[in-house]
T-cell receptor
Framework: EPEVTQTPSHQVTQMGQEVILRCVPI?????FYWYRQILGQKVEFLVS????????KSEIFDDQFSVERPDGSNFTLKIRSTKLEDSAMYFC??????????FGPGTRLTVL | AQSVTQPDIHITVSEGASLELRCNYS??????LFWYVQSPGQGLQLLLK??????LVQGIKGFEAEFKRSQSSFNLRKPSVHWSDAAEYFC?????????????FGKGTHLIIQP
């Protein structure tokens, strides 16, 4: 069964550094999403991407965040200058025409 | 704005007993509703979903959920839990307007199974 994959599983970075989180969505899906889950809190929507552009973004998704689908298979989330409060689990999800979103295993980002 | 409330932060159930996890939502139109399960260190696995039609939906691992519009609820049930069901359960609501919309999640219910 096709799955969403994410790399790395854990990323440790220094405050102020740039990080790129990578995702490979399910191959025939059209919609791509990023969510985050701060430890002990609920899963929060960041951004959705469709037809090579951002479709919707939350208030959390400010100018320090960007997304890209560089090669037709990968989907990336870039955080330009990480802050301590960016420490969280970041989930990628993808969905097809059924509007059902399938999640990857997550990347745990730790900002020191 | 849509919202999801899962009133129980923790629930403890004995193995073999029945289970009901509560979920209430706030949404203006007919919502798309989902239950996801998260085992420790794992991602979110879809258990079941409701879009329209029969209000009782069946999912994986023996779970079912019932959509009750009058109560704005989408409670998850299982007749007999197994120790492997211990996990975090999230209810989520999506906009029926399009696939690009993000899901709104509840805070989750942590399920503990007693032997």
């Amino acid at each position: 069964e096709p799955e969403v994959t994410q790399t790395p599983s854990h990323q440790v970075t220094q405050m102020g550094q740039e990080v790129i989180l990578r995702c490979v969505p399910i191959s025939n899906h059209l919609y791509f999403y990023w969510y985050r889950q701060i430890l002990g809190q609920k899963v929060e929507f960041l951004v959705s991407f469709y037809n090579n552009e951002i479709s919707e973004k939350s208030e959390i998704f400010d100018d320090q965040f960007s997304v890209e689908r560089p090669d037709g298979s990968n989907f990336t989330l870039k955080i330009r200058s990480t802050k301590l409060e960016d420490s969280a689990m970041y989930f990628c999800a993808s969905g097809g025409l059924s509007y059902t979103q399938y999640f990857g295993p997550g990347t745990r980002l730790t900002v020191l | 704005a849509q919202s999801v409330t899962q009133p129980d932060i923790h629930i403890t159930v004995s193995e073999g007993a029945s289970l009901e996890l509560r979920c209430n939502y706030s949404y203006g139109a007919t919502p798309y509703l989902f239950w996801y399960v998260q085992s420790p260190g794992q991602g979110l696995q879809l258990l079941l979903k409701y879009f329209s039609g029969d209000t009782l939906v069946q999912g994986i691992k023996g779970f079912e959920a019932e959509f009750k519009r009058s109560q704005s609820s989408f409670n998850l049930r299982k007749p007999s839990v197994h120790w492997s069901d211990a996990a975090e359960y999230f209810c989520a609501v999506g906009d029926s307007g399009g696939g690009a919309d993000g899901l709104t999640f509840g805070k989750g219910t942590h399920l503990i199974i007693q032997p």
